[in-house]
């Protein structure tokens, strides 16, 4: 592996198509405002680099990037990649991972609207993120421990779990297929419409109107908090342990929850059943 260590670079494509190539401490920056510093690029190590250019990681086949920083001019950063482990990273630049396969995000920071989209095979722990239309038509993801803040997140997923995470979201998990949620704070308007086999499991739920138009909805000793209107046209099987606001025409299965403020049955074609599960209440229909 070839060593270079403290350098700068600022010129358009500067390690093009470069191979088996060890970076410390090198800045991708400067007045010559290049783009696409490592470009059709194999086998790249990057230790301590600070990437201020646009599109420095583009095709890239084996990618380790640690203790680095991606600032708001880094637009772009990872797309068409794959095999990619980032440690320890600041990833701050718009639409930052696109298009890459196998890639695995440890111990780092996101600011990046747009992040994620049509990923393949992502693993993040202990990571924190803000962004819109955050990891949208990815699939094949696992989440543990990682703390998310905006809007439209998760949406057309497929095959995801995560657990033990925080999300403050608006529109989560729409039309999101075969997603498991285990342990997780979700706070969120529209949690999950549209989702087919989503799952929440010993989870906390808030926020208006979750879990609509849902078709293999599955709730296991979750908590709902401030939820109104919930299960709406949905397909479920739910143990809820806190009390409701209100429950709307759920479309088929069972709902188990100690109290509901309010059931709304205004279309016929609701034949789900809400069980109230308090001493005191008797099955509602």
């Known amino acids: 592996m070839k060593i270079i260590e403290g350098a700068r670079f600022g010129e358009e494509r500067a390690l093009y198509a470069s191979k088996d190539l060890i970076l410390k401490n090198v800045s991708f920056d400067g007045e010559e405002d290049g783009e696409s510093a490592l470009k059709e690029s194999r086998n790249i190590e990057a230790e301590n680099c600070f990437c201020n250019l646009r599109y420095p990681f583009w095709h890239i086949n084996k990618l380790k990037i640690a203790d680095s920083e991606m600032t708001s001019l880094c637009r772009a950063a990872l797309w068409y990649s794959e095999d990619i482990l980032i440690k320890n990273t600041k990833m701050h630049g718009i639409k930052a991972l696109r298009e890459c396969k196998r890639i695995g995000i440890y111990d780092s920071d996101i600011i990046s609207p747009e992040f994620g989209w049509f990923n393949d095979n992502v693993t993040m722990e202990n990571a924190t993120a803000e962004s819109e239309y955050f990891m949208m038509r990815s699939r094949n993801l696992n989440f543990k421990k990682v703390s998310f803040k905006g809007k439209y997140s998760f949406q057309y997923i497929e095959n995801a779990t995560f657990e033990n995470c925080t999300f403050d979201t608006k529109d989560a998990f ?6 498991t949620v285990k342990n997780c704070f979700v706070k969120g308007e529209y949690l999950g419409w549209y989702a087919e086999n989503l799952t929440f499991i010993d989870c906390v739920i808030t926020g208006t109107q979750p879990l609509c138009y849902c078709k293999g909805l599955k709730l296991i000793n979750c908590k709902m908090l401030d939820a109104d209107l919930c299960f709406e046209k949905s397909e ?4 809820i342990t806190t009390p ?32 109230l599960t308090a001493p005191s209440n008797k099955q509602a229909g």
């Open 174 to 179: 729409w039309h999101s297929k075969n997603t």
């Open 236 to 239: 479920t099987e739910a143990t």
């Open 244 to 275: 409701v606001i209100s429950i709307k025409n759920p479309y088929k299965g069972k709902i188990f929850v100690p109290e509901a403020g309010e059931i709304i049955r205004d279309d016929p074609a609701s034949t789900g059943e809400i069980i």
